[in-house]
């Protein structure tokens, strides 16, 4: 049930914000960052028109949206991302992989996110007419940007002292939002494409920088994408007082050479995985995790390349992994 504010269907994020200011340098750096983004001139004048800024008088007053485009007002409103070994959630820093605290605009906050992911799943190649060789994430990426984007978009900002979560299991990828659905909408009525805005004034200025299509049409195309890939259906659902949208990563055994794949074993069989869920990873990197020398992680990884199960792209800088 929604309190306070949202049950009195007022916006959020159209209110003033009284901890912060319009000033030139901000508006300017939002005005710099969306139009990069959309690849389109947005002016003061947009923001004007869409309310993030609003006129008083002979001056100017910042919304809640334009803190939010600003960053660094609120506090918790970041997204953490954290990438765990297994297929349960382990808090202890030992069972972490990889963490990022994602902060400043709301739409840095969705690219750092986004990128954090593809950093930490399977990059796969396929071969079309068995030439042409095409790169593709085990999770279509568009579909984790999408759910991102969503979660920070339609999250609530009322409750200030949650952030979003971003985690990446095994098996699995959730991302956890605050705040249930807005406006008494059901899972049922979302996944026919009824929208209910949380943040209106946010929405329309992501619309405006094309970073969202709108909450109805993204996720109704979200089921279909994973389909075409054979993945699992993406699961939407009502956490405690959250909302929590998990995306099911291929396993890793399912694709086409997988009993090849069975036959490596021991330690080789731990570095191929390591480097199948990570195509970025350092060697070194990898040794730590694994708990073996350096030195042993460049000899898997030589075998593994003659047996022609892992070959490197790019440089060591730049580069990835590429399982086979």
Known sequence: MSTGREAERSSFDAEVNFDTEVTEEATNRICSDLSAISGT??????????????????????????????GGVFAFTEVR??????????????MFLDRRECTGPVYRQIE???????????????YEGGIARVDEYEIPHEVVKEVITNAVLHRSYIRGNMPTYVAIFDDRVEVTSPGKLYGGMTVEQMLEG??????????????????SEGWGRGVMGLTARCA???????????WG???????????????????RIRELAGAELRVYEAFASNPYESMSAVAE????SVATVKRHVAELKKKGRLAREGGSGRGAWIAK
């Open 194 to 211: 009824k929208t209910e805005r949380r943040n209106p004034v946010l929405g329309k200025v992501f619309a405006l920088a094309r970073i």
């Open 228 to 238: 075409e890939r054979g993945l699992e259906a993406p699961a939407f659902e009502e």
């Open 41 to 70: 001139k947005i002016t003061v004048q947009n923001l004007i028109n869409e309310k993030v800024i609003l006129k008083r008088g002979d001056g100017f007053a910042p919304t809640n949206a334009y803190a939010l485009l600003q």
């Open 289 to 292: 995790s694994l708990g073996v």
């Open 241 to 259: 007082d959250d909302f929590r949208v998990t995306l099911y990563r291929k396993p890793l055994f399912a694709e086409a050479g997988a009993q």
């Open 112 to 126: 750092d996110a986004y990128a954090f992911v593809l950093k930490n799943i399977r990059l796969e190649s396929r």
């Open 81 to 94: 991302c954290a990438l765990f070994k297994g297929r349960e959630k382990n808090l202890d820093r030992t």
